[in-house]
């Protein structure tokens, strides 16, 4: 069973920093493009960025480009996004998608809630 499970999301001041983890289960992790998607209240998902299975590669919605950073350790099946700079446009429920092909996204975590408020 494929599964995706968060951590690391909580309240934070603005300007602070913060990474979340994800950690895969039940499938070939390194065979996988991840990404991190978030869905503030009211709003629809979000795609944050994206990351190559190998880590070599990723990329940033523009909103976060230069703050966020994704990264993988492949021994241990594990996402990061590391996220600095944080404004309170930041705030919402961050997923870790697996993705298959394009648009194409298949399994998605639980979330972990991040909140940026002072």
């Known amino acids: 069973e494929v599964q995706l499970v968060e951590s690391g999301g909580t309240l934070v001041q603005p300007g602070g920093s913060l990474r979340l983890s994800c950690t895969g289960s039940?499938?070939?992790?390194?065979?996988?493009?991840m990404t991190w998607v978030r869905q503030a209240p009211g709003k629809g998902p979000e795609l944050v960025c994206s990351?190559?299975?190998?880590?070599?590669?990723?990329t940033y919605a523009d909103g976060v480009n230069g703050r966020f950073a994704a990264s993988r350790d492949n021994t241990k099946d594990t996402l990061f996004l590391q996220m600095n700079s944080l404004k309170p446009e930041d705030a919402g429920v961050y997923y870790c998608v697996r993705r298959i092909a394009g648009t194409i996204y298949d399994y998605w975590g639980q979330g972990t809630q991040v909140t940026v408020s002072s």
């Open positions: 990351i190559t299975n190998s880590g070599g590669s990723s």
């Open positions: 039940g499938f070939m992790f390194s065979n996988y493009e």
